[in-house]
């Protein structure tokens, strides 16, 4: 059975870092596509960055770009979501995401993505 865990949520003040994980078990492929989202407040769950299948290459949303780096550890099995100089509008619940594929492509929609987290909150205050 396949599951994602996070952690690393927290409150952080403005211009502050925390970086989320994202461990998962259940599944043997060591470069899955990956991807984070979001939820603030009031707001719909949002794409923030994904990391392609197997070449690592990353992309970002722009209101995270510049601020925000997804990596992995494939050893450990875990995605990462580095999150730097850090904004109240940054406020919400994060989710990672898996797609159970080796194809080129790694979506940036909600309905893509198979296996999901149950979310760590993070909180900015100014």
């Known amino acids: 059975q396949v599951r994602l865990v996070e952690s690393g949520g927290g409150s952080a003040q403005a211009g502050g870092s925390l970086r989320l994980s994202c461990e998962v078990s259940?599944?043997?492929?060591?470069?899955?596509?990956m991807a984070w989202f979001r939820q603030r407040p009031g707001a719909e769950r949002e794409w923030v960055a994904r990391?392609?299948?197997?070449?690592?290459?990353?992309d970002y949303d722009d209101s995270v770009q510049g601020r925000f780096a997804i990596s992995r550890d494939v050893a450990k099995k875990t995605a990462y979501l580095q999150m730097n100089k850090l904004k109240p509008d940054d406020t919400g619940l994060y989710y990672c995401?898996?797609?159970?594929?080796?194809?080129?492509?790694?979506?940036?929609?909600?309905?893509?993505?198979?296996?999901w987290g149950q979310g760590t909150q993070v909180t900015v205050s100014s």
């Open positions: 995401a898996m797609k159970h594929s080796t194809s080129d492509y790694c979506g940036r929609t909600s309905e893509y993505y198979d296996y």
């Open positions: 259940g599944y043997t492929y060591a470069k899955p596509c």
């Open positions: 990391l392609y299948h197997d070449v690592d290459t990353d």
